[in-house]
């Protein structure tokens, strides 16, 4: 029986690879001709270098936060019409603003509690920023715009920072950044491909130098996903320590959610520094982001091949980086890494993200229609392919998807715990597990239909709370980004911090520019 088995799970394996071979073949042969590396490189050098060194600079009088901000202004003007990542923007109110920090730092005024003071940032569309779009993708809310900060939002603002403006995403919930308002960005490495999503607009922008601070939301991947595909850091931080107020129309009083926020960026020093932004006031102490990491005495666990029958088959290059991971951190750590794919619970991450979502306090079928009805998903399946529907086939499919039979509570409850327990006790408060983050790098527009349960490798770890951070690691055979998923234990974040700054300083991991040199 053992045998069989085994047979006939190489004969699935084997027919998914030549399935996703012969996806690839058509887009890439007769409906895409690629273009990578379409960007100009920046005029001004100061937007390839990290926040930590652009705040010290305008404090220091080096350089302006005026002149900081108009070189991420041009830069924007140089790339968006080609990546559409931003949707509309506060450049002259950003400039403003610019001026009177300059003119605060003249004065030598009390600058202390603003450790990104005169630094832009941008935020996702779906995060509502005063005065600017906050339509959540929806042809529904088209033309709406934010009447106050999401705290998130504020509390960058709080640390000094400027918002430039806000970033494309899907229609509520999908892994490509494309809706009716705004349409659809591309991949900053390569046009053909998406840029992930729902954060895919403001992975983008960072990847391509015109902001430095970005600020992303994570339901199921949606910052780790983009952060892969675009090549930067992101980091999913520790659900429950960050304010959801003003984040796809959220209250912040709904209870538990799966939802969280955290840092997008290109260089890994800005990871921590800029998560102390944004954790909510009363969080911070659990998390003891200063407290620090001895590398030396890690538990390094990892998986090559998690084995979800739903999810493509791991490419050789995706192996490769989660290798090179490892090898890396087994060179300063004492402990030896250990496999852990033997675990069954890596296998069911789609179902059980799925059964977790449907538990969220919101109502997805009210929320298409901005709660002016509700979205019925036979009439929107009659009315799409007559071009008379305002909710896009991502949305049609999820309302689709929520008519079909959901695991039974008993089952994900203890599946969701017994996956939680082995984690916990495997990593403790000093263990990472490097895991992989997909399957394959950035794929074509629209091939996310073809694989669209490819996410659930993201979506694991929202079920558990877990901090992630996706390490970006070098350019694949197609000059698109690699990277893995480094986890830890509930907040423990600083590890994946500490991981992240190690294998950047040893040049295992960084973001590469998509870019020629400048």
């Given at each position: 029986m053992d045998v069989f088995r085994r047979v006939f799970r190489a004969f699935l394996i084997f027919a998914r690879v030549c399935?996703?071979?012969t996806v690839n073949f058509v887009f890439s042969s007769f409906i895409y001709q690629d273009k990578s590396f379409p960007l100009p490189p920046p005029r001004h050098n100061i937007v390839l270098e990290s926040a930590t060194q652009i705040a010290s600079k305008i404090r220091t009088k080096q350089i302006s936060s005026e002149?900081?901000?108009?070189?991420?202004i041009d830069r924007i003007n140089e790339v968006n019409p080609l990546l559409n990542a931003v949707v509309e923007n506060r450049f002259s109110e950003a400039l403003e603003e610019a001026k009177l920090v300059d003119?605060?730092?003249?004065?030598?005024?009390?600058?202390?509690?603003?450790?990104?003071?005169?630094?832009?940032?941008?935020?996702?569309?779906?995060?509502?920023?005063?005065?600017?779009?906050?339509?959540?993708?929806?042809?529904?809310?088209?033309?709406?715009?934010?009447?106050?900060?999401?705290?998130?939002?504020?509390?960058?603002?709080?640390?000094?920072?400027?918002l430039l403006g806000v970033t494309n995403i899907p229609e509520l919930m999908w892994s490509e950044s494309r809706n009716m308002v705004y349409g659809q960005s591309n991949n900053p490495y390569n046009l053909c491909r998406t840029t992930g999503a729902s954060s895919g607009g403001e992975a983008c922008i960072v990847s391509a130098c015109g902001s430095v601070l970005g600020l992303g939301t994570d339901l199921g991947g949606s910052i780790r996903i983009p952060a892969l595909y675009c090549g930067i850091y992101g980091h999913k931080l520790t659900t429950g320590t960050t304010s959801r107020r003003g984040i796809y129309g959220r209250t912040g009083k709904e209870g538990r959610s799966m939802l969280t926020s955290g840092p997008m960026v290109k260089h890994a020093e800005d990871l921590l520094p800029y998560s102390k932004c944004i954790v909510s006031p009363d969080k911070l102490s659990a998390l003891n982001l200063d407290k620090p990491v001895n590398l030396s005495e890690l538990n390094?666990?990892?998986?090559?091949?998690?084995?979800?029958?739903?999810?493509?088959?791991?490419?050789?290059?995706?192996?490769?980086a989660v290798r090179k991971c490892v090898k890396a951190l087994s060179e300063v750590s004492y402990g030896e890494a250990k496999d852990v794919s033997h675990i069954e619970q890596f296998r069911k991450g789609y179902d059980l993200w799925r059964y977790w979502t449907s538990k969220e306090n919101e109502c997805f079928t009210k929320m298409l229609v901005d709660f002016k009805g509700e979205a019925v998903w036979w009439r929107e399946l009659i009315k799409l392919p007559l071009g008379m529907s305002n909710v896009t086939l991502p949305s049609l499919i999820k309302l689709v998807d929520m008519q079909l039979?959901?695991?039974?509570?008993?089952?994900?409850?203890?599946?969701?715990?017994?996956?939680?327990?082995?984690?916990?006790?495997?990593?403790?408060?000093?263990?990472?597990?490097?895991?992989?983050?997909?399957?394959?790098?950035?794929?074509?527009?629209?091939?996310?239909?073809?694989?669209?349960?490819?996410?659930?490798?993201?979506?694991?770890?929202?079920?558990?709370?877990?901090?992630?951070?996706?390490?970006?690691?070098?350019?694949d055979k197609n000059g698109l980004p690699l990277g893995v998923q480094v986890i830890a234990t509930t907040n423990n974040d600083r590890l994946c911090f500490a991981v992240a700054e190690y294998l950047e300083k040893c040049e295992v991991a960084g973001w590469k520019p998509p870019f020629a040199s400048v």
């Open positions: 399935y996703d071979s002149e900081v901000v108009q070189a991420f003119q605060k730092i003249a004065l030598e005024e009390d600058i202390s509690d603003k450790p990104y003071l005169g630094v832009p940032f941008t935020s996702k569309e779906s995060t509502a920023c005063k005065g600017l779009s906050y339509t959540l993708g929806l042809m529904s809310r088209k033309g709406k715009k934010a009447e106050e900060d999401a705290d998130i939002v504020g509390r960058v603002k709080a640390a000094g920072g400027i390094i666990f990892y998986v090559e091949e998690p084995g979800d029958g739903k999810v493509s088959p791991m490419s050789g290059e995706m192996r490769e039979p959901f695991p039974s509570d008993q089952w994900a409850e203890d599946q969701t715990n017994a996956l939680r327990t082995k984690l916990t006790d495997l990593l403790g408060d000093n263990g990472v597990l490097v895991f992989p983050s997909a399957p394959e790098t950035a794929p074509y527009h629209y091939v996310t239909f073809f694989r669209p349960f490819n996410f659930s490798y993201w979506a694991l770890y929202n079920i558990l709370d877990f901090p992630v951070t996706n390490i970006p690691l070098g350019l």
